[in-house]
């Protein structure tokens, strides 16, 4: 009787040494991935952070004139190259 009950308890002891073993391995493989998901998010964090910074700085009405009249020679409206229409066709 004592051996048998040996017997179930060394089995008993064996899968519950084998239960924390997974379950430690699990934890860890967690662990990486959770690092490696908070890695992710700086990095995206301070990419979202520089594309903000080059949307203001694309965005900015000077820059875009100056890019309207040095690549496509454009030119700011005056009064005399101003044309009005008007109904009458004349």
């Known amino acids: 009787m004592s051996g048998k009950l040996n017997v179930v308890l ?3 002891l064996v899968g519950c040494a084998l ?12 662990f990486i ?3 490696r998901s908070q890695q ?9 952070t520089q594309l903000q910074l080059d949307q203001s700085t694309l965005g900015k009405n000077e820059r875009i004139e100056q890019i309207a009249r040095s690549e496509l020679n454009m030119a700011p409206l005056s009064p005399a190259r101003t044309q009005y229409l008007t109904e009458g066709g004349k």
């Open 10 to 12: 060394t089995a008993l």
């Open 19 to 30: 239960s924390v073993v997974n379950a430690r391995f699990q934890a860890r493989h967690l």
């Open 33 to 35: 991935d959770l690092e």
């Open 40 to 48: 992710q998010q700086r990095q995206l964090e301070i990419d979202w």
